[in-house]
């Protein structure tokens, strides 16, 4: 069975673009969330998606924002990127919203 | 808040030693879960194990144990006869089961390298 797939790997943009990215869950995973890791760090929580709702929102400004799709993939959009926005962006699923998430390869994000 | 501690940021061993890494969390929930997750250098966090608050039960997997000690808000992880393949950035997590948002809360994680 395919794991979480995100897309794409890797992606480089300037100060102040948009940047998206996608997110498949496992098959039959209702759950979607998002996590951001800095260089050195753990991941921190961003996004939890559960049957298309948000369900929890970390500490992160409103330029990011995140949805869910029917078929359960989801995206996480970024505005007015900052340097600091520099990171591995990992989208974890699970089958519901309190089972063990499991994560995808990420996508890292360098801001120029 | 949900807290979790890793006080070693990186440890080295030679092949076949035992390592244990450290977990301390704190909460203010009664009920919870602890996990933990391996990185390795392609980027893909796998997880290890979950652990519910309730079962203090230390569990055995192959070459892996966890050790853990709710007095002491410690869930520590061992590896017996490390190989190098173990080599990775371990990540122990603390999540609240009950609320709308099942969000995890990482640690800054272990830089385990085994040396041949």
């Known amino acids: 069975d395919a794991g979480v797939t995100q897309g794409p790997t890797h992606l480089i943009k300037a100060r102040g673009q948009h940047v998206t990215l996608r997110c498949s869950p496992i098959?039959?995973?209702?759950?979607v969330s998002w996590y951001q890791q800095v260089l050195g760090q753990g991941p921190q929580f961003i996004f939890q998606?559960?049957?298309?709702?948000?369900?929890g929102r970390g500490n992160f400004p409103d330029r990011f924002s995140a949805r869910q799709f029917p078929n359960y993939s989801s995206e996480l959009n970024v505005n007015a990127l900052l340097l600091g926005d520099s990171a591995l962006y990992l989208c974890?699923?699970?089958?519901?919203?309190?089972?063990?998430?499991?994560f995808g390869d990420g996508t890292r994000l360098s801001i120029l | 808040a949900q807290k979790v501690t890793q006080a070693q940021t990186e440890i080295s061993v030679v092949e076949k030693e035992d390592v244990t890494l450290d977990c301390v969390y704190e909460?203010?929930?009664?009920?919870?879960?602890l996990f933990w997750y391996k990185q390795p250098p392609s980027g893909e966090l796998v997880f290890l194990i979950r652990?519910?608050?309730?079962?203090?039960q230390n569990e055995i997997s192959g070459r892996y144990s966890w050790n853990f000690q709710k007095s002491t808000s410690s869930f520590n992880f061992t590896i017996t006869a490390s190989q190098v393949v173990d080599s990775a950035v371990y990540f122990c997590?603390?999540?609240?089961?009950?609320?709308?948002?099942?969000?995890?809360?990482f640690g800054s994680g272990t830089q385990l390298t085994v040396l041949p």
């Open positions: 974890a699923s699970s089958e519901y919203s309190n089972q063990p998430q499991h």
């Open positions: 098959s039959g995973h209702k759950s």
């Open positions: 998606y559960y049957e298309k709702e948000e369900r």
């Open positions: 909460t203010r929930d009664t009920t919870y879960y």
């Open positions: 652990r519910n608050s309730f079962d203090e």
């Open positions: 997590a603390l999540s609240e089961p009950s609320g709308s948002a099942r969000q995890l809360t």
